[in-house]
């Protein structure tokens, strides 16, 4: 009694081709089973909810919040229940109640962050006017740097130069890891006894996983340093940063499996940094890249965006969070843009935790639960010209912003929706600002630019690499 569909292969499965997207998979399979269909993926059984309202209701159902048990997804919690993003159960309502309450506090979505992002941008913009006008350039790692920064701040009361020898490497550790993730480390996450059966030289340095453990203990060394330096450094009565924030928690909680791994280290300490830096950063800059992108390909919206800023902004400050009412044109800009984008085009995996009935269909405990969200950004009974980049897709008749869509869902829905969105929104507002504030976007003379990915994209759908000339305007 699972929803309409196939198991497929004995072993494989229905495995997706990875010569078309992950989403035209799905439409394919949609046609012939309806809005929800069973399908599988090695080992893994496989709901896939196609439809809006079935995927805020299935979101919302208290036992499908759990996760897969993906190697890459536990991979940085060593295999353990640990942090938000991977974790279930009484850890993840802890530690998320937890990471809500203090990024709250730190002013996510509130003004008392603006001048932190406001530096970083102004950095940003600084640092592209002095290498990149007047000429094709890649918008290449100094973006990751300054938005990796914010979380630091957030985190550990700490910035990099744009320059600095660490962060570029962290940046460039973190970009590995996505490319390594969605490569060929695919087949171990649907084939989890592959771990076991292959021989280490195979799954080190074919499939990378070397690269991985290599990477993981690397940023773990450096989030342990920062977490020592917090600890001979902590004032109870004046707490800096969400660190001292979680080492207070964790002295006044009894609590065993909250905040500390079993094993009593500082598991849970480093899978909720590392939760903050992979979800809060490449996000964020991988949007900017393609915010920059669209604006290069649509010269006449780009214009409109300078029309808005040059109306409202005087041009010896940065545009501020006060501004934004009067700029509903650039948020709705920046909506489209996580529209046709996608970026997560199938969210993060859900899982069942226990037996489910759903809509009349029997799910059983450990069944991946997947949400297509490109497909309800590409639904024509949402949107008016779902494969175009249409900003109006956002205004009311009376041109106000109306950011609550049916059909949109970049940040996912429900009890595990992205807990970053206010902060994300901001950042993404301030960023692209300050950016298009200061310069023209074009593409290089004689080239067509494209919006087009690398269908093996399935978790994190980035544009290819591309150059722009930048134009200063003042
Ligand atoms: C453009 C930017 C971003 C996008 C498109 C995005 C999207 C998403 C999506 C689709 C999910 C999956 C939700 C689910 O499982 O149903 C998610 C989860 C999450 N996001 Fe974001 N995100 C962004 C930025 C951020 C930022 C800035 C942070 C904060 C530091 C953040 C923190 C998280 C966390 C901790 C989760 C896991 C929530 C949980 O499992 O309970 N995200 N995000």
Redesign the pocket.
Known sequence: RMPPGSFGWPILGELPSRSISITEHFFNLRKKRGPIFTTKWGSHRIVVVTDYNLIKKA?NHPDI?G?PAFFTFDLFTHFKNA?????HGSV?TEN?RF?LRH?RDLG?GKTALEDSIQQEAEMLVDHLDKTCVGKPAVMDVFFNCA?VN??WQ?LASKRYGLNDEVMVRYCTRIEEEMAIFQGPMFLVDVFPWLVKVLPSIILNKVLQAEILYRNRDEIHLMFKQVIDDHMATLDPNNPRDVIDQLLLERAHRDAPDYLTAEDGSELDFKSIMG???S???E??T??LRWMILYMAINPEIQAKVHKCLDEVVPKDRLPSLNDRNQLQYVDAVLLEV?RVSS??PI????ATTADVTFEGYDIPKGTVVL?C?EMCHRDPAHWKHPDKFYPEHFLDNEGKLDGKKEGF?????????????S???M??YLFSTAILQRFTIEPPEGVVLSTETDPSQMQHRAPKPYEVVLKRRM
């Open positions: 979101f919040q996760r942090g938000v993003i991977g974790s993840w998320r990471m990024l996510m938005v914010i979380i957030m939760n903050m830096f979800a809060g950063s996000t964020i991988t949007t996580l970026l997560t969210s993060l995996l859900h949400a969200a869902l970049p940040f996912s829905i429900g009890r595990r929706q992205c807990l970053g969105e902060l994300a929104r950042e993404l």
